[in-house]
Nanobody, 112 residues
């Protein structure tokens, strides 16, 4: 059983920054699978925000391009989502995903 443990959510003012972390209990799974960050706002469907492939290619949803950055540290079994220039519409629960496994969710609230 693979566990994904997230950290780094919180409350931030518009224009601020947060960094989410997702640490896997298995090194193997980060080496060989794509890793995604999803988010789900109240009343909305879960959506893919960013993804990094096993080969290092990255994808970003249009609304976060230029503001969010996904990266991985294989030595630490950890994937990061750096979020800059945050907007109120970024408010959601953020989840990391690898293959069939999901993190527990991290609340990100952007509000003044």
């Amino acid at each position: 059983q693979v566990q994904l443990v997230e950290s780094g959510g919180g409350l931030v003012q518009p224009g601020g920054s947060l960094r989410l972390s997702c640490t896997a209990s298995s090194k193997f799974i980060l080496d060989y699978y794509h890793i995604g960050w999803f988010r789900q706002a109240p009343g909305k469907e879960r959506e893919l925000v960013a993804r990094i492939t096993s080969g290092g290619s990255m994808y970003y949803e249009d609304s976060v391009k230029g503001r969010f950055s996904i990266s991985r540290d294989n030595a630490k079994n950890t994937v990061y989502l750096q979020m800059n220039s945050l907007k109120p519409e970024d408010t959601a629960v953020y989840y990391c995903n690898v293959y069939l496994y999901w993190g527990q969710g991290s609340q990100v609230t952007v509000s003044s």
